[in-house]
Nanobody
Framework: QYRLVESGGDVVQSGGSLRLSCAAS????????IGWFRQAPGKEREGVAC????????KYEDSVKDRFAISKDFAKSTVNLQMNSLKPEDTATYYC?????????????????????WGQGTQVTVSS
């Protein structure tokens, strides 16, 4: 059974840092790009970062470039999102999702509809 479980969400002050983790089970990460998305109340879900099936070619949404870093740990079957210099506008529920691609390629995307299954989300709240 394909499964993604997010963790690491918390309440943090503006300027602080958080590290989100996405634990994958039931499938081989070598065949999937993994993306992080977020959705704030009343807003559409948006792509934040994505890492390819090979673990490279990270792609970021413009507002998080130079603040967020995505990484893939094949040994632990996890994908992490390090978030630094957090801002109140980063407040949202964060989701990880998997997109089936060719094995160990550089394909990435920030388009939610291109992803095949999702985790349940973890809440990040940044106070001003």
């Amino acid at each position: 059974q394909y499964r993604l479980v997010e963790s690491g969400g918390d309440v943090v002050q503006s300027g602080g840092s958080l590290r989100l983790s996405c634990a994958a089970s039931g499938f081989d990460l070598e065949y999937y790009a993994i993306g992080w998305f977020r959705q704030a109340p009343g807003k559409e879900r948006e792509g934040v970062a994505c890492i390819s099936s090979s673990g490279g070619s990270p792609k970021y949404e413009d507002s998080v470039k130079d603040r967020f870093a995505i990484s893939k740990d094949f040994a632990k079957s996890t994908v992490n999102l390090q978030m630094n210099s957090l801002k109140p506008e980063d407040t949202a529920t964060y989701y990880c999702a998997a997109m089936y691609v060719e094995r160990l390629t550089g394909t990435t995307s920030l388009i939610p509809d291109q992803f095949h299954f999702w985790g349940q989300g973890t809440q990040v709240t940044v106070s001003s």
